[in-house]
């Protein structure tokens, strides 16, 4: 055998081989007993001296292929600590993060808008900090009015059969000329929130047996621009977890509805936004969702791409637009099921930043109209300031935060 092939123990700084324990007992036995019991030590009346010291190397050569450097504790590599310099710390004050305990690994941050704090990795805030320093990467210039921009959502939940209750709760919330119960799924006009059952929303685990039924809520249409609206929003999310027990499993989907003026709805700028959701998934919307709404695998959210944009089940569906139109109406339906407002809102201002960013290269991109845009998570949470209400949802979602 190869010198390069002979097997070798290595316990602490010494390595041995077989034929070295053989020839050498003494020098490698005491290494290796304090590594197994007294019974595996203890050598059996029927084995010869070679096949003792045989069976005692085989064993513990194997233990040490699946944890290697066996009872080697000095030797193993410390983790390298990264710390934080002030010039980090004011960078990430100014985006309204303050690095209130710095640690050497893993340091305590504050939101100023809401007094939450998280955990977070030193390495992470560096990168956050090197954003914002080397400042747009995409300078947008056509922006929208939030008041040019209405939205719907569509919340899929697990309740407990309580209808009366939340629909009193709602006609007081809303008025009872804006709440219907229609049973099962059917088309909203946009002007009143309904409530009906959803067959692919099913319990899971422990909701099993609880007469806990899959429900779909609608809203009516939203602008954007409007306070009393998003106020409405959260009002009635509240409400299904309160009056209706809301919770959500993986079964479960948030979809928003989104309209906004365009130019003209033309077939190129409908491709272009595909093609911008489907470059960005990985660089943006898969890192804010859980894993079994990434990629293809979510069943009612397939990846985006312009071989399969008449299915309505695409997470940028595009079965909505009327062509050539100067209204665009797209639905997006990758984020996962939530009840929680700050999340859906979070998601809600993020679309709403992709479509901005979508229209600005398109017309920018004149020449070449097939260019999508790549967008990715550092550029929306400290290149384009959506809000810090909005960023701390985001790194929530993304679990740069704990």
């Known amino acids: 055998m190869p010198s390069n092939m002979i097997r070798k123990l290595t316990i602490g700084n010494k390595s041995f081989s077989l034929n070295?324990?053989?020839?050498?007992?003494?020098?490698?036995?005491?290494?290796?007993?304090?590594?197994?019991?007294?019974?595996?030590?203890?050598?059996?009346?029927?084995?010869?001296?070679?096949?003792?010291?045989?069976?005692?190397?085989?064993?513990?050569?194997?233990?040490q292929n699946r944890r290697s450097n066996i009872g080697n504790t000095a030797t193993r590599a410390p983790r390298t600590s990264i710390p934080l310099d002030e010039n980090c710390t004011a960078i990430l004050?100014?985006?309204?993060?303050?690095?209130?305990?710095k640690c050497p690994k893993r340091s305590s941050i504050i939101f100023k808008s809401s007094g939450n704090s998280y955990k977070m990795n030193n390495e992470e805030i560096i990168k956050l900090a090197e954003a914002v320093k080397h400042d747009m990467k995409f300078k947008v210039s056509r922006k929208l009015l939030n008041s040019d921009v209405s939205f719907g959502v569509e919340l899929e939940f697990i309740g407990i059969d309580q209808i009366n209750a939340f629909a009193d709760a709602m006609n007081k919330a809303v008025g009872a000329d804006r709440f219907v119960i229609c049973g099962c799924y059917h088309k909203n006009t946009g002007k009143t929130w309904e409530l009906g059952c959803d067959c692919s929303v099913q319990p899971r685990g422990s909701q099993r047996g609880c007469d806990m039924t899959g429900y779909e809520l609608t809203s009516p249409i939203f602008n954007?621009?409007?306070?009393?609206?998003?106020?409405?929003?959260?009002?009635v999310c509240n409400l299904v977890k309160t009056h209706f027990s809301g919770v959500t499993n993986s079964t479960c989907g948030t979809h928003i509805h989104m309209s906004f003026p365009v130019e003209k709805a033309s077939d190129a700028?409908?491709?272009?936004?595909?093609?911008?959701?489907?470059?960005?998934e990985a660089s943006l919307f898969d890192k804010l969702v859980p894993p079994e709404r990434r990629e293809n695998k979510a069943r009612y959210a397939r990846a985006a791409s312009i071989n399969d944009m008449q299915n309505r089940y695409c997470k940028i569906n595009v079965t909505k637009v009327k062509r050539n139109s100067d209204n665009m109406h797209l639905e997006f339906r990758q984020l996962d099921g939530t009840l929680e407002y700050d999340k859906i809102i979070s998601w809600v201002k993020l679309?709403?930043?992709?479509?901005?960013?979508?229209?600005?290269?398109?017309?920018?991109?004149?020449?070449?109209?097939?260019?999508?845009?790549?967008?990715?998570?550092?550029?929306?949470?400290?290149?384009?300031?959506?809000?810090?209400?909005?960023?701390?949802?985001l790194m929530k979602m993304s679990r740069l935060v704990a």
């Open 20 to 63: 070295a324990l053989i020839a050498n007992p003494d020098a490698y036995l005491p290494l290796m007993q304090p590594l197994v019991s007294a019974s595996v030590f203890e050598r059996k009346a029927s084995e010869t001296s070679d096949q003792y010291f045989t069976r005692l190397f085989n064993l513990l050569y194997s233990k």
């Open 93 to 101: 004050s100014a985006l309204g993060i303050d690095v209130v305990k």
């Open 224 to 235: 954007l621009g409007s306070k009393k609206d998003l106020h409405e929003l959260e009002t």
């Open 269 to 280: 700028l409908i491709e272009h936004f595909v093609r911008s959701y489907s470059k960005s």
């Open 351 to 393: 679309q709403k930043l992709f479509c901005e960013m979508s229209l600005d290269s398109f017309h920018r991109e004149a020449t070449d109209a097939d260019k999508p845009i790549q967008i990715e998570l550092d550029d929306v949470i400290v290149t384009h300031k959506l809000g810090i209400e909005s960023i701390e949802p």
